[in-house]
């Protein structure tokens, strides 16, 4: 199976890519290498990290139709696996611009072509941010979302209108992932893991939002790579389905089990809960569960110290 995989130099992109690649599917990769954050990783994903794996490498933005009409035009693609994306929710409030021209214009253009070239398939990042101000817990898909908290949010529940109304006009079959704080090796530098990780090993003195009572659902990247597969192999209507570990973990236990794997204690600046933020995720996985065969296995003291046997190899510390 030949797929076309957005956002292959990213964090998710890039273990998902290694996972297709292992399955031996033909897999090409489009990313715009943007400085959101320091190239160089994702640049070292592709070389190092998907070293020895044969792919189809593209340099391009998914916001440039006469780049994407060429990849279509050029290639038999069978099915779309759409993780490209401006990632951040506190990025938005300084750049919606970003937002709106990556995340809605570039995932209607890829609609778009799939529209006029095939195939009739997406599989697209979606994000648990789409729940906003819920207080019900656990986040089932059923609920209500009308109350985002930032223009994150915004434009991924726009996706999944777009993907509804792709659906319903023309057909394209998809599946929307609503991933909770993934997390692991190859992760982000502006996520909380990788900053916290750096700045203890440095000295120097982290943020801790919401005086440390945030709660996340923090979910392992091999855990939700197997969504993604799973996903992929089971594209059919228009679904939308939460990928997350199942169980929420404080944001202080969290540092906590980073201290204890890197022996150091790390010197905390409290501070209020930000602008967008949310308090507390947590997602109920019963319909991806029975429906895709999603079973996550990853606890966060394995994937942090995972994530951190991989940052003090990569560091070279």
């Not at 035009?73 to 970003?98: F, T």
């Not at 599946?175 to 909380?192: K, Q, S």
């Amino acid at each position: 199976m030949t797929i076309l995989l957005t956002g292959i130099a990213g964090f998710i992109g890039s273990h998902t890519a290694k996972k297709l690649l292992e399955r031996g599917h033909k897999v090409i990769g489009i990313d715009n290498f943007n400085d959101y954050y320091d190239p160089k990783i994702k640049e070292d994903r592709i070389k190092t990290f998907l070293s020895g794996f044969d792919f189809d490498l593209l340099r391009g933005d998914i916001t440039d139709n006469n780049f994407l009409d060429k990849v279509f035009l050029s290639n038999k693609i069978d099915i779309i696996c759409h993780l490209a994306a401006q990632a951040g929710v506190r990025y938005s409030l300084e750049n919606p611009g970003v937002y709106i021209n990556t995340n809605i214009l570039g995932t209607n253009n890829i609609f778009e072509m799939a529209r006029k070239h095939g195939p009739n398939k997406i599989v697209y990042a979606s994000s648990s941010s789409v729940y906003g101000g819920n207080t019900k817990m656990p986040f089932s898909e059923i609920d209500d979302i009308g109350s985002p908290l930032a223009l994150y949010a915004v434009s991924k529940r726009t996706n999944e209108l777009q993907a509804k109304a792709y659906n319903h006009l023309f057909g394209i079959n998809s599946i929307g992932l609503r991933f909770f704080t993934v997390y692991g090796p190859w992760g982000r530098p502006d996520m909380a893991l990788f900053k916290f990780t750096e700045a203890i090993l440095n000295d120097r003195p982290i943020d801790v939002f919401n005086m440390g009572n945030h709660k996340r659902d923090f979910t392992y990247i091999d855990d939700i790579v197997s969504g993604i597969v799973a996903a992929l192999d089971n594209c059919n209507g228009c679904e939308i389905y939460n990928l997350g570990y199942g169980s929420p973990t404080s944001l202080s236990d969290y540092i906590f089990l980073i201290e204890k794997r890197l022996r150091r204690e790390a010197r905390k600046n409290y501070l209020p809960l930000q602008p967008g933020d949310v308090e507390q995720t947590y997602a109920d996985i019963t319909k991806a569960r029975n429906k895709l065969g999603f079973d996550p296995k990853v606890k966060p003291e394995e994937g942090i110290n995972n994530f951190i046997d991989w940052y003090l190899d990569y560091n070279k510390i």
